[in-house]
């Protein structure tokens, strides 16, 4: 009796996830023009996600850089909290 009423869940769960699950209303028109150059430079965080390469820094920042070939390099960095080292 306990399995069925696990199966049961389980299913109904299954079910859930399948059928019920939130579509996604995200806007992905490009925008008509985009200045790339204007976006090159040091942007400073305000707020942001957790990332695995930015945990225990503070004062974050990104450096973009358009490169010859018509590429974007950026480069994050932040500092360490712990040592006060920039990393």
Do not use: C
């Not at 769960?13 to 023009?33: A, N, Q």
């Amino acid at each position: 009796m306990k399995i069925a009423i696990v199966l049961l869940a389980a299913a109904l769960l299954v079910i859930g996830v399948v059928y019920g699950g939130v579509t996604d209303r995200t806007d992905r028109t490009p925008v008509p023009s985009f200045d790339l150059a204007r976006y090159m430079g040091t942007w400073y965080e305000i707020a942001r996600y957790d990332h695995s390469f930015e945990r225990r820094l503070a004062g974050v920042q990104a450096y973009y850089e358009l490169l010859s070939d018509g590429r974007v390099t950026v480069e994050n960095s932040g500092v360490d909290y712990r040592s006060g080292r920039r990393k």
